[in-house]
């Protein structure tokens, strides 16, 4: 199992997740943020193609998660996996794609991955974030994420790699030219998480098994790959450089598990 990020914040985020069994592969795209012909450039940086793609998973509606999901899907004839409340936000219930219905907490199987789809607060219709696992290896995902919950620690716990939101700095943020009602609304409990949020979640967790963290959705104007790195590396005990940092332009490569 592996997995890349083909870019992560406010402009695009998509991640592809990989499992291999055999002689099959199944390969994932987590949120499409991007134009499809983006998409397909950035696909192609990592080795992969739009036709190889086996499903493609959505969030929740804002634009630098579901982009160009739907056309990629329709061109490709790629199946999709989101909740209902996002389907009816972005007319996928209407559109001729293969749509597949996400429940919270009732996992799926997608080839040789199980995907477990959780609820969490954050101003979409129906957000869902995910665990993928392959039977042996669990990779979980938090971004667009307002604040913790007991429920999002426990489905978290025990994870081989974790893909985390460290938005914004609360000073940054604060001191940032941002209008009152955005700085409200990236900063509430239905907004993104700040690095020290991001710190308290992974140190409510199970990290007996972690050997991959991410920080992701950093924003490019209230936060720096300094000081998330600093903030959650500091639960771990660990170096700041050993925490992987998805950019907007480039992601992140391959990481395996």
């Not at 994932?28 to 012909?37: E, M, T, Y």
């Not at 950035?42 to 493609?56: E, Q, S, V």
């Not at 969030?59 to 996002?86: C, F, N, Q, V």
């Not at 293969?98 to 995907?115: K, R, Y």
Request: hydrophobic fraction near 40%; charge should be negative.
């Amino acid at each position: 199992m592996r997995f890349a990020s083909l870019g992560s914040g406010s402009e695009g985020n998509s991640l592809l997740v990989e499992a291999q069994s055999g002689a099959t592969t199944t390969r994932v795209l987590l949120d499409c943020g991007f134009s499809a012909k983006e998409v397909e450039r950035r696909l192609a940086r990592l080795g992969a193609a739009p036709d190889g793609l086996t499903a493609i998973l959505i969030t929740h509606e804002h634009s630098d998660h579901i982009g160009g999901a739907l056309t990629l899907a329709r061109k490709w004839s790629i199946p999709l996996y989101m909740s209902w409340g996002t389907a009816r936000a972005v007319g996928a219930d209407e559109a001729d794609v293969e749509l597949n219905v996400l429940w919270g907490d009732e996992a799926v199987a997608i080839g040789d991955l199980s995907v477990l789809p959780y609820t969490v607060p954050h101003d979409a219709r129906e957000p869902l974030q995910y665990v993928l696992s392959d039977g042996a290896q669990r990779l979980g995902v938090l971004t667009d994420v307002g604040t913790s919950t007991p429920h999002i620690s426990q489905v978290l716990s025990g994870c081989d790699a974790l893909i985390l939101e460290c938005n914004h700095d609360v000073q940054m943020l604060q001191t940032s030219r941002y209008p009152p009602s955005l700085k409200a609304r990236i900063g509430g409990n239905h907004g993104h998480l700040n690095n020290d949020a991001a710190a308290e979640i992974l140190a409510s967790l199970d990290r007996s098994k972690l050997r991959h963290l991410v920080a992701a959705h950093l924003s490019q104007q209230n936060n720096s790959p300094e000081l998330a790195q600093a903030a959650v590396a500091a639960v771990l005990g660990a170096a700041p450089t050993e925490v992987v940092v998805a950019t907007q332009e480039t992601g992140f490569d391959w990481l395996s598990l």
